[in-house]
């Protein structure tokens, strides 16, 4: 499986403010994942990120809330805009290992004041 | 609409006893079923992992049953170890797609 990492691991940050989240993998990848788990909730699937074309987004998420970059096979960056208290989660990436299996890296979690 | 239920938010066991984890689905259609364990701050870890064409997947101490016609799965983990305390999510796939629909966890919790 592949190796992910994530930057920042946790950040508190202020309402109104952005933070971007960077995830590398120590392969070349064609499709990358953003999910976001609430609190006390389930992973959700925020956005597919495609290098080469923009990012697919899920029903209710919006590309001006959490614009995303896929600037090569091995890197994403997922921005969190003009942040809120809802916003508090754990962010995660993941890619495709085999067949629909999907390895996911060590999150970062948001707290937003 | 929750399409993949897990209904117990959590499981104690005694370690070396057999922890059973459940999760319910809705759609029919799903043909990839997949369990994931997740330890505080770190991401979640795949387990095992069952097509819809088969009721029974083996890995180890784990092993994922499916019962298609109840729309339902379940983890086995024999025996159970304290290491094995985390929280485990099942998760479910459409048309082989990428997208992953979880479950809401289960909180496994084995004693020494």
């Known amino acids: 499986s592949a190796v992910i990492s994530q930057k920042p691991s946790r950040d508190i940050c202020q309402r109104g403010t952005s933070l971007t989240i960077q995830c590398q993998v120590d392969?070349?990848?064609?499709?990358m994942f953003w999910y976001r788990q609430q609190p006390g909730q389930s992973l959700t699937l925020i956005a597919t990120?495609?290098?080469?074309?923009?990012?697919?987004?899920e029903s209710g998420f919006v590309i001006d809330k959490f614009p995303i970059s896929r600037p090569n096979l091995t890197f994403s960056t997922l921005t969190v805009s003009n942040m809120s208290p809802e916003d508090s989660s754990i962010y995660l990436c993941?890619?495709?290992?085999?067949?629909?299996?999907?390895?996911f890296g060590p999150g970062t979690r948001l707290t937003v004041l | 609409d929750q399409q993949v239920k897990q209904n117990s938010p959590s499981l104690s066991v005694q370690e070396g006893r057999i922890s059973i984890l459940n999760c319910d689905y809705t759609?029919?259609?799903?043909?990839?079923f997949l369990w994931y364990k997740k330890y505080p701050a770190e991401g979640p870890t795949f387990l095992i992992s069952?097509?819809?064409?088969?009721d029974k997947n083996e890995d180890g101490r784990f092993t994922v049953f499916l019962n298609k016609s109840a729309k339902h799965l379940s983890l086995h983990i024999v025996p159970s170890q304290p290491g094995d305390s985390a929280v485990y999510f099942c998760a479910a796939s459409l048309d082989s797609s990428y997208k992953l629909i979880f479950g809401s966890g289960t909180r496994l919790l084995v004693r020494p």
């Open positions: 759609n029919s259609m799903f043909d990839y």
């Open positions: 990120a495609n290098q080469g074309s923009e990012a697919t987004y």
């Open positions: 392969s070349q990848v064609t499709m």
């Open positions: 993941s890619v495709v290992g085999g067949g629909v299996t999907q390895y």
């Open positions: 069952i097509s819809s064409i088969k």
